[in-house]
């Protein structure tokens, strides 16, 4: 029949991203500037490091691929993220001097939660949050390397807000509902994601990112995306849609493994160059003035 169809949400976010055009507004314009100020903090660019885990030591070099995307961040000054490890291997993260938010898994361990939360806290981290969308797996709660994961309320949410002094932030909200009850509960940020597509037929999130920026307007809670974003035309995209910054994946993940710290700043300027070049070719001076009105869909 010629009939073709894909649950993977992967590739429905990245044919939306795709059919999202962008016209040209160019007199008048002047050059842009990509700074932004984020929950207190003060970054070079509206691109943030994804929360990886388990990357060792790639193409045999010295430090870890986590030490060295956490470098390149640092280098590049914006917000570095990290996501499921040990006390030890965050300890190495914080040495690289990043600021970083520590993701920590909805583990069914709630005294493991708390306890990387409280470490996190004790090292400096910028903030600390939980990736919620890794409670469910495919046959049930979910078992991540070894380590079951526990459904996760609102009042435990609020409890993880109310335990720290650092900006809480929920990653994997993919529905007004959830930002809502995040916004509830006092939490500082979301990230809008899929997780890279753990759910068939996931929303994209830059498609479902204007109605939650509508739902959170007036609460001050910051809006992240990710999944899919691999150039500056992606977080320019993002931008417009509702975001206050992006974070990227895997598509950071060639330049990382080939080249390290240099692959992945290299990566970045290149993100921040075109996302400058969009701004200034639409007219848009500043990170927070960009809206929607120079975008088209298909
Ligand atoms: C190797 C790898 C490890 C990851 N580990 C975590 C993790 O521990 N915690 C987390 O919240 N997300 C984790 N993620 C998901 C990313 O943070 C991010 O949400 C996702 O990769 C975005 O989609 P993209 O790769 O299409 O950009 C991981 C992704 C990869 C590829």
């Known amino acids: 029949m010629g009939y073709n169809r894909s649950s993977d949400a992967n590739e429905i976010t990245q ?20 700074s932004i100020e984020f929950l207190g ?7 943030m490091m994804p929360a990886f885990s388990h990357l060792g030591n790639l193409n045999g070099r010295e430090l870890t691929g986590l ?3 956490s470098l390149a961040a640092k280098n590049k000054n914006i917000l570095n993220f990290c996501g499921m490890m040990e006390n030890d291997m965050f300890e190495k993260i914080m040495a690289t001097g990043a600021s970083t938010v ?13 306890d990387q939360m409280k470490f996190a806290e004790d090292k400096g981290a910028f903030a600390i949050g939980m990736d919620i969308d ?18 996760q309320t609102s009042d435990m949410i609020r409890s993880y807000v109310e335990s720290t002094k650092l900006p809480f932030i929920v990653k994997g909200v993919l529905s007004v509902k959830d930002a809502l009850i995040c916004a509830n509960a006092g939490v500082a940020a979301i990230i809008v994601s899929h997780h890279h597509g753990r759910m068939p037929y996931a929303i994209p999130p830059m498609m479902i990112l204007p109605d939650i920026k509508e739902a959170l307007e007036g609460t001050g809670v910051r ?11 992606d977080v320019y995209k993002a931008l417009a849609l509702g975001a206050d910054a992006c974070a990227v ?28 070049y969009i701004m200034s070719n639409t007219g848009f001076a500043k990170v927070s003035d960009i809206d929607d009105s120079a975008l088209w869909f298909m």
């Open 249 to 276: 994946g895997r598509s950071m993940l060639p330049s990382l493994e080939k080249d390290g710290i240099a692959g992945v700043e290299g990566f970045l300027d290149k993100a921040g160059n075109e996302l400058r």
């Open 67 to 69: 030490e060295e995307y």
């Open 223 to 233: 809006i992240i995306v990710d999944c899919g974003i691999a150039s500056g035309a």
């Open 41 to 47: 903090g003060n970054f070079s660019m509206p691109v």
């Open 15 to 34: 044919k939306y991203m795709d059919s999202i055009l962008i016209e040209e507004r160019i007199i008048d314009s002047v050059l842009a500037d990509t």
């Open 102 to 114: 520590r993701i920590v898994k909805p583990y069914d361990d709630n005294g493991k939660v708390r």
């Open 134 to 151: 890794h409670i469910f797996g495919e046959t049930g709660l979910d078992v991540c390397v070894g380590e079951k994961m526990a459904v």
